[in-house]
């Protein structure tokens, strides 16, 4: 017997209506807002992802699926701004288009330890804004991540935001932290001791107690923002405050990949455990020019869906599907029936019926599973009346129909 990948997920079609619902409200959310879709490739050059991201990083070094073609060396995605990035600049969107919104959904890939709402096949929700750097952006995409979670029925989550500043600010931060762990590294982690050299602000995000106890000692605060980047972040906090969303500054917060530069944000909820992030984003500034494109501001975030769905309150239990079950009763009725749900999907109304030639009962039994909202019989008296018996699922009602008047009384 053949199994699944380890750290794939087979979606059975109980779930997908929950997902289902998450994609349909981030949608709405995403149009509210003036978001265009759009869909990049599963595959993209290595390349692409070792510039982006940064050789260093541990996505790049431990967690992409790599494929090797003559010379040419491709990846499965690792996550979506990259490829964003790259669609932008080889469409020439910033000809065509110049300031973009845009917004993606689906599958990720990174080859890490399967865990709780951590997999190797993952999928995404996210956003991009290109083309400004206006600080109002940033407001505007944080307050977006916060209307997308409250719209999923999400309580108790917490935004964390930060600042790197720009590139040399970042570089000043670095070497605040060199200076400050110098002394310190048989306190660190031997992943921590690894990252001193080869990428050291991913120290600020170890979740190693003995590696965060050394960090809050470090006393991190703002002083390695330039004049421009602490205004700049200022406006940001100055924006949520005027939208009363709430937030908390946490000077220790980065993110795992090189092209963050000023405002980045992590949003935790519980009910994920040690590894509580639901969502994250920020500005990268540099990647579109990185990239080969010219200089241009952007920010955006993405949400992992799985994670959404451990944290969100919806439920599809007891949910009614808007679908008309046929129950057809003898031969000459079974054969009616293929007209008729011929004639209702026409209409555009979603039927089905009895394949498994189960009894009345047993038809009767399939359609509350189905949670169908109607069922029709159809027997030899109805034939002979040429109408239906027509049985509303929720209040148990049931009354004879003509064929005629059916589909008005369906839609209605």
Not at 201 to 226: P, T, W
Request: proline letters at 3%; a neutral charge; aromatic letters at 6%.
């Amino acid at each position: 017997m053949f199994k699944r990948v380890p750290g794939t997920k087979d979606i059975l079609p109980e779930e997908v209506l929950l997902w289902q619902r998450i994609e349909q409200i981030a949608r709405k959310n995403f149009s509210a807002y003036n978001y265009k879709e759009i869909r990049t490739p599963l595959i993209e050059e290595e390349k692409l992802f070792n510039r982006s991201l940064g050789e260093t990083t541990e996505v790049v070094q431990k967690q992409m699926f790599r494929t090797q073609s003559g010379d040419d060396t491709y990846c499965l995605r690792p996550e979506g701004t990259s490829s964003i990035a790259r669609a932008y600049i080889e469409n020439d969107l910033a000809k065509t288009a110049g300031f973009v919104k845009l917004y993606y959904i689906g599958p990720m890939f990174r080859r890490e330890r399967p865990q709780k709402g951590r997999l190797r096949q993952f999928h995404h929700l996210g956003c991009e804004v290109i083309g400004s750097e206006d600080a109002f952006v940033d407001v505007e995409v944080i307050s977006l991540a916060d209307k997308l979670l409250k719209s999923c029925s999400i309580e108790g989550f917490e935004i964390k935001i930060n600042s790197l500043g720009c590139l040399q600010d970042r570089k000043e931060l670095m070497d605040v932290l060199r200076n400050g762990l110098k002394d310190k590294i048989e306190h660190l982690c031997e992943d921590c001791r690894n990252r001193l050299n080869r990428n050291i602000l991913r120290i600020l995000d170890c979740k190693n107690e003995a590696c965060q106890e050394v960090i809050k000692k470090l006393d991190i605060r703002d002083a390695h923002l330039c004049p421009d980047c602490k205004t700049h972040f200022s406006a940001v906090t100055a924006g949520l405050d005027c939208l009363k969303i709430d937030y908390k500054i946490t000077p220790y917060l980065v993110r795992g990949l090189d092209y963050y530069t000023r405002t980045v944000f992590e949003i935790a909820h519980p009910e994920l455990g040690a590894q509580d992030a639901i969502g994250a984003g920020g500005r990268y500034d540099n990647l579109i020019t990185d990239l080969g494109g010219r200089p241009c501001g952007a920010m955006g975030f993405a949400f992992g869906i799985e994670r959404l769905l451990i944290a969100s309150k919806i439920s599809g239990e007891g949910s009614l599907q808007n679908l008309v079950y046929i129950i057809s009763l003898g031969p000459a009725a079974k054969k009616e029936s293929l007209k008729l749900l011929n004639t209702l999907r026409s209409a555009g109304i979603t039927c089905d019926t009895d394949y498994e030639n189960k009894s009345l009962k047993g038809a009767m039994r399939k359609a509350d599973d189905l949670k169908a909202k109607y069922v029709l019989i159809v027997g030899e008296d109805e034939l002979k009346k040429n109408t239906v018996a027509l049985k509303n699922m929720v209040s148990g009602e049931q009354k004879e129909v003509s064929l005629e008047e059916l589909i008005k009384e369906l839609q209605c």
